[in-house]
């Protein structure tokens, strides 16, 4: 859980160690800013396994790169009560604990921030991104909570069209006793040397003001609505 990941954080991040962190940084965005803040004044290496970068479906966006005219990007998530994640709709609510895997991709693609636009569907649990990418064209992103599982990327070019659809964005989520299919991705993580350095902190203050817009997003909606 961030809370407890952030008393850890704080209590270690004097060592000059090395630390790895689990995503999202903390609960809230506010949080999140003050350990973004902490990390840069004390310097301190860390980590953050953002893994969507090592994916088949990305390896696919890469080479469209340049070469696209939209992408569309459906991610369902089954609902469930007993999850702490789709507990929380404070803040960026579904964003900050499942799109904001997505995030670090945007600053990959070189998305300007105030090019990034979010709104919210009919319904609470439905978040909406649209952006205007000189590498990627057009690019639309819908996050919502659902009956089931399904993750559908849609990459239009000028004169094809390539699909991945999939139970996760990390592929199907397999039976029980099966290894996890993130284990493979994150050793391609951990042997990347582009993890290591000062990228990862302009990577979380770029995630840090998409979560923060996703969360005014959400404001500006339930003020409207009360």
């Known amino acids: 859980h961030p809370n407890q990941q952030k008393k850890i954080l704080q209590e270690n991040v004097f060592r000059k160690k090395r630390i790895f962190l ?8 506010s949080e999140h800013s003050n350990l973004i803040e ?32 939209e992408i569309k990007v459906c991610w369902e998530i089954k609902y469930s009560n007993q999850n702490w994640k789709s507990a929380a709709f404070s803040d960026g609510g579904l964003f900050d604990f499942y799109g904001i895997h997505l995030a670090p991709l945007l600053y990959y693609a070189g998305v300007n921030i105030d090019d990034l636009e979010i709104s919210r569907g009919g319904r609470v ?20 909570f659902g009956e089931e599982n399904l993750f559908n990327l849609r990459i ?19 039976v029980r006793g099966s290894k996890d299919s993130r ?29 923060r817009k996703a969360a005014e997003t959400n404001k500006s909606i339930n003020h409207s609505l009360s």
């Open 183 to 211: 284990v493979d991705l994150l050793k391609k993580y951990l042997k990347d040397s582009r993890t290591v350095g000062l990228e990862n902190l302009e990577v979380e203050k770029f995630v840090c003001r998409v979560r």
């Open 125 to 144: 649990n439905e978040l909406f991104f649209s952006i205007r990418s000189q590498k990627f064209g057009m690019v639309t992103i819908k996050l919502k």
């Open 22 to 29: 689990e995503k999202p940084l903390a609960t809230s965005v």
């Open 156 to 174: 239009d070019n000028y004169n094809h069209r390539i699909e991945f659809i999939e139970e996760t964005p990390f592929g199907p989520r397999g």
């Open 38 to 69: 902490l990390l840069e004044t004390q310097q301190t290496q860390f980590s953050i396994a953002y893994l969507y970068r090592y994916t088949s479906w990305f390896e696919k966006l890469e080479e469209s790169a340049n070469n696209a005219s």
